[in-house]
């Protein structure tokens, strides 16, 4: 168990132990590494690495094999990055637009598509890629509700270096586009 200064939090690590081992102590432990909470938080879940923007919380997330994905909110907005593996296969079954089209279905409850699909350049931590973006706007009956934002920006890329497909969702284009860059980013500096 240990406490953390720089963010306030306590952090304990329990695990079975069969016999003697020291892979936790010298291992693990040591890797462990703490950020401020005014700062990017960086997450990485199997094969999926990129940074929360400041003030951002996990809201959900689905891991499954070869189809990853991470959703932040925070009162002002919202980013969701999903990440499908071997693109390849995933491009023979659809391309990037209908990746888009299916991804805005997904929110067609509470948001109705605005304006047809169109390309932009994508900066990925692998460099720059071509990607598809479409934008949707909330239906009037839910203008109500905080949770639903009145716009939402759907990009997917394939990310060929990686092999990789990569969609972001989110209220705000210019927060996905720096959620983007640090996709695929292996090291991430917390400070302390």
């Given amino acids: 168990m240990g406490y953390s200064p720089i963010s306030g939090r306590v952090l304990e690590v329990s695990y079975p132990v069969r016999r003697r081992e ?7 432990l040591p890797a462990i590494a703490d950020c401020p909470n005014e700062r990017a938080m960086p997450w990485s879940i199997f094969d999926l690495s990129c940074l929360a923007p400041c003030g951002m919380k996990l809201k959900s997330h689905q891991l499954n094999a070869g189809d990853l994905s991470l959703q932040f909110v925070d009162r002002l907005a919202t980013v969701r990055v999903r990440q499908i593996a071997v693109a390849r296969l995933a491009l023979l079954r659809m391309p990037l637009e209908k990746w888009v089209v299916q991804e805005q279905e997904m929110q067609s409850r509470f948001y109705r598509v605005k304006g047809a699909i169109d390309e932009v350049e994508l900066h990925l931590a692998d460099g720059v890629v071509q990607a598809k973006r479409g934008w949707q706007t909330r239906r009037k009956r839910f203008s109500f509700m905080r949770s639903v934002f009145p716009q939402s920006c759907t990009m997917a890329a394939h990310d060929v270096q ?4 990569v969609i972001l969702q989110g209220s705000d284009e210019s927060l996905l586009h720096e959620v983007a860059s640090s996709v695929g980013q292996t090291e991430f500096a917390c400070g302390s």
């Fill in 162 to 165: 990686r092999d990789r497909i």
């Fill in 22 to 28: 020291d892979v936790l102590e010298k291992l693990l």
